[in-house]
């Protein structure tokens, strides 16, 4: 049995496409990382390449691994109001002990275990995605009404807990997380995303109850946005917005990162510079083959590259919106549209920051870019969507 054979075989039920756009996204990304590693061979050895390669491919290995156990084992009947309670505080604890470890570019987003690192708000974003999913589902589906309240003190209590667990407590994880991630850590990247797919559960949630909380959340959020830039900003965040306005303005500082970005997308014009042949890898664009891997892609194969991120990616988002829309259960449907927000925002801040069309921030490209706890966590989401695709039977 060939290769391909025995992946596909893994799929076994779930989306095929799916499945055939995480290996394409994986496997490019192994080639890629070991190409834009190049540029810190004269720095660090001549095998960084090859050290960075086997590093990804043993995340993706891993990752593959548990994408196909989740496929076969993943059960929701298990969730509960209280193990939800127990993984978001683990999850929380974790993002706050990142703080007793060294920055990575003003960051406090890892945690240092000597032989690898770990960013837990990678896995906080999949646990919100269960989480939010199963609160504005099972949660609030459960508190119905069938028949009369015995006295209007029961009718009390039972809007108020209502109110609690449908409303209070799943906000109250968003607005947590989110202090931790903005104001801890000082990793808005991560948090961005964790809004983006935080705010389209709640909004995609299908319980009347929600109706009239949704135009005052986004109205909330909104003005929190604005009084967060104007009042909260910090100088590292305000220098980013200064960079994205004016990215050739300090090109020997502050706009370093993001001009010479732009060169790699100019060097690269159609059809890029062939493979292996990026200028701006040997020091130009620092750690090219995490953050920044996507100019390195553009500027050696030019539209094709992109294609290779572009194409699989946005199969991988609609397919999961696809799925959402055909099955009947709504938890299912809202992890679908949490996990496929996750790839979308992920793409969109990447390549947006890379290119100057918005403020950059330090996000990965899914799949692509170098990074364990990335890989393994998106991996993870991919093998929950499966389970479900599965035991849906779309």
């Not at 809202?334 to 496929?340: M, Q, Y």
Request: charged share 10%; with cysteine; hydrophobic share 50%.
């Amino acid at each position: 049995m060939s290769f391909l054979s025995k992946l596909f075989k893994n799929s076994k039920g779930g989306d095929r496409l799916i499945f055939l756009s995480v290996v394409v996204l994986s496997l490019f990304g192994i080639v890629m990382i070991g190409s834009a590693s190049v540029g810190k061979a004269y720095e660090y050895g001549a095998t960084w390449p090859v050290t960075n390669m086997i590093k990804q491919g043993i995340f993706v290995g891993i990752g593959f691994a548990l994408m196909s156990l989740i496929t076969r084992l993943f059960d929701p009947k298990k969730f509960s109001v209280r193990f939800f309670d127990i993984i978001f505080t683990i999850g929380l604890l974790a993002m706050l002990a990142c703080r007793l470890f060294e920055p990575t570019s003003g960051a406090y987003a890892w945690i240092d275990l000597g032989f690898m690192t770990i960013q837990p708000s990678e896995i906080m974003k999949i646990i919100m995605i269960l989480c939010l999913s199963y609160y504005f589902s099972e949660v609030v589906d459960s508190f119905s009404v069938n028949g009369k309240f015995s006295s209007e003190l029961a009718r009390e209590a039972f809007y108020k807990n209502k109110f609690k667990y449908c409303l209070q407590r799943p906000f109250l994880y968003i607005i947590l997380v989110l202090i931790v991630g903005v104001f801890v850590q000082n990793d808005t990247g991560s948090m961005v995303i964790m809004l983006g797919i935080c705010g389209a559960i709640f909004l995609l949630a299908q319980n009347k109850y929600y109706r009239n909380f949704k135009m005052v959340s986004i109205i909330i959020v909104g003005v929190g946005t604005v009084l967060l830039a104007v009042f909260f900003l910090q100088g590292y965040q305000v220098s980013r917005i200064t960079t994205w306005l004016q990215p050739l303005s300090d090109v020997q500082d502050t706009s370093f990162q993001i001009a010479n970005s732009l060169v790699a997308f100019a060097n690269g014009d159609l059809f890029g510079s062939g493979f292996g042949n990026s200028t701006q890898k040997f020091g130009w664009i620092p750690v090219a083959q995490s953050d920044f891997i996507g100019p390195i892609i553009y500027e050696e194969l030019g539209v094709f590259g992109l294609a290779f991120i572009m194409i699989p990616t946005c199969i991988i988002i609609y397919r999961l919106l696809m799925h959402s829309r055909k099955t009947n259960n709504t938890f299912y449907s809202l992890i679908l549209v949490g996990i496929s927000t996750y790839f979308f925002m992920h793409l969109f801040i990447n390549l947006g920051g890379v290119s100057a069309l918005i403020p950059m921030t330090g996000v990965p490209l899914l799949l692509v870019s170098s990074g364990g706890t990335s890989a393994i966590a998106t991996f993870i989401a991919i093998g929950i969507a499966q389970a479900i695709i599965r035991k849906s039977k779309l």
